[in-house]
């Protein structure tokens, strides 16, 4: 009789629903943990972004200019037809050279000479636009043939293998007008896009450019400015073209000529083979670095760095580029180091961060002006290390830091490094570029990339529509 009267007690209403709110609580509580943390470890991943982006949009609408084909893959014919320097030679090009002529082809190969393939991303990009549309199933573009159906006019002109021509052909001529063949093909670009309906409409602000040679069409970068910019950093536009540092200089690059805002930084192709996670192996080399010893600008931290550790322990600093031996020799100093060196060179950044990644070696980005591809859809710190100049160049600094890291966070740095390794990859496998680009290549990113841009540019359009006439808004100088 107690035993149920106890009952009776323990089950009745006033007793039970504390009990319940409790329970309650806990599995609430327990639930959003178990969420967060979820959700946190996702987006410290470095393709966290990825679904996120797929799911905002499924293509943008491209139309290409119709550039007379000397401009595109008629720069390509005239690049093989001619006889190699030392500047525009390789022994790969030797080799297409005497195959590739013979065979002739309506799209020709891009060049494996290293100083311009490095360069290649306007190939790809072009190759990807002229895929027949059914077998481009993957790609996150879709040429239109109507301009006014498009969200952006791409302008199809090889400026890289344009300017690296005139570069290797008769470099006194570059920065002159005269006699300069780079400069003329600048100049028909312009004159053909400026005369088109789609650019007086927008004053060229929804025309995508690539320029990913910091000296591609340098002679009219104030005529495209408005234009969307594929680059692969600012740093061929934020300086002084001539000696003097004064800003009434008229070489003087405008500052507000490149923005975040509405370019895109794309990656320059990688020269080195992809290392696959499976096929890693111990790594006996702390540090490693293979480039020039002496560059301009911001470039000067290289030589310091240099002389600071040369003579490290654990460390090879060597001079030279990933062409002919150069290139086998990166390939073993790079797969066998457990970071890379990446110093400013000339500009902020270089092909070597790219070759380190494909390399599974963690890049050490010594930069403090740094622009990096796809941010905001990649998190660089989930497989990089980046050092203040500052410290960088404090004696021992750098090396001390290195060794901090455990064998655990430099795993963890390569297998983040292994994710985003496809991102990077621009080759399709086809010949002349022309074939179904794979869905998480470097080509669909930009694409992405640049879609963000959209509303920014509609934007832009609009404002500059209802400027009274004659009224412009005056560039600003940029001085460092």
Known sequence: MALKKHARSFCSIPTLFPVFTFLCILSLVLFFFSTSKQSSSSL??????????????????VYVADLPRSLNYGLLEKYWSFDADS????????????THLAKGGKFPPYPENPLIKQYSAEYWIMGDLMTPQQQ????????VFEVNEADVIFVPFFSTLSAEMQLGMAKGQFRKKERNEDYQR???????????????????????????????MWHVKDEIAPAVLLLVDFGGWYRVDSKSSNCSSPNMIQHTQVSL????????????PRLHLSENKDRHTLLYFKGAKHRHRGGLVREKLWHLLVNEPGIIMEEGFPNATGREQSIEGMRTSEFCLHPAGDTPTSCRIFDAIQSLCIPVIVSDNIELPFEGMVDYAEFSVFVAVSDALKPSWLVDHLKKFSKEQKDRFRQNMAQVQPIFEYDNGYPGGIGPIPLDGAVNYIWRKVHQKLPMIKEAIVRERRKPPGVSVPLRCHCT
Do not use: C
């Not at 966290?48 to 293509?59: E, G, K, M, R, V």
């Open 186 to 216: 600048q100049r028909e670009v312009m004159d053909f896009v400026k005369n088109t309906d789609a650019w007086k409409r927008s004053g060229g602000r929804d025309h995508v450019f690539v320029l990913t040679d910091p000296v591609a």
């Open 87 to 98: 500047r525009l030679g390789s022994d790969a090009d030797r080799e297409i050279r005497s």
């Open 261 to 272: 805002l509405k370019d895109v930084i794309v990656p320059y192709t990688h020269l080195l």
């Open 136 to 143: 481009r199933t993957g790609s996150f573009a879709r040429r």
């Open 44 to 61: 410290s991943s470095p393709l966290a972004y990825q679904n996120i982006l797929q799911s905002t949009a499924d293509f943008i609408k």
